[in-house]
């Protein structure tokens, strides 16, 4: 075998390799997208139980939600328009709720903004912004669950009264 049948031989097999590569890439992102666009899994839950809404116990759904996880971390929230009598109230507690009710998410609550891009809250309200982790939103995404993971009525903001 000369040297220029090895360069040869050599130049096909990186072809191959790289048309698997090219292949694998392209069958990747078509599985992230077609998973990404899955229709919802869940039907809303109901927003009227009898802990709902009462002086104790306040469920807010997001108004607007940020989905893009593959763009890094904090790229996953959900904005909530509650009432000023709970900003910064120690009597109240506050935890998220995203299609698991079984799995409760702390709230930082540090952002009480009156406008987040095209968001404006109403008097009397200001906009929480609450964040889910990526690995909880990949695991959604990743099973199925992200049509559930887009719906505005799966993220449930809960604060209840400190007794």
Known sequence: MSQLDAIEETKRKIVTVLLILSASLASIILLWLWLFNLPPDQVCPNLTSSKANSKKHLIIPASKLYITPWAGQHRVYGLFLVPNQYKFNPHYISYLIVINPDEMNPIDETS?????????????YYISRNYLTTRQSLGYIMTGRSGD???????????????
Request: net charge negative; with cysteine.
């Open 112 to 124: 009480t903004l009156a406008k987040y891009d095209d968001l404006v809250a109403p008097q009397g």
């Open 149 to 163: 993971l887009q719906q505005p009525c799966q993220w449930q903001m809960h604060i209840m009264r400190q007794d």
